[in-house]
């Protein structure tokens, strides 16, 4: 519990940031809450120490806090693994 006079003021739960990915009739929607914006959505087509991560900054919609990244034909990209770094 809180100690009275102190100035620390403790965090009990921190919530916790989830990507989410739904495959769906050809569609493939990734979707996560970010209300504060701290965090940015890569892809890479590889993992391995020397495939670089990029950065996805088009085609993200927002409604409300969560985020929305979605493509229609999932055999077109060559994407194959998806991330949320905190920036």
Do not use: M
């Not at 739960?13 to 504060?36: C, M, N, Q």
């Not at 990244?69 to 060559?78: G, I, K, L, R």
């Amino acid at each position: 519990p809180p100690i009275p006079g102190s100035f620390i003021v403790p965090v009990f739960d921190t919530p916790a940031i989830s990507l989410r990915i739904a495959h769906f009739e050809g569609k493939v929607t990734l979707f996560w809450s970010d209300p504060s914006g701290a965090y940015a959505l890569e892809a890479c087509d590889a993992l391995s120490p020397s495939t670089p991560w990029t950065t996805i900054t088009e085609g993200i919609t927002v409604s409300d806090t969560t985020k929305v990244f979605a493509f229609t034909n999932a055999t077109d990209v060559p994407v194959r693994y998806f991330r949320l770094k905190k920036q």
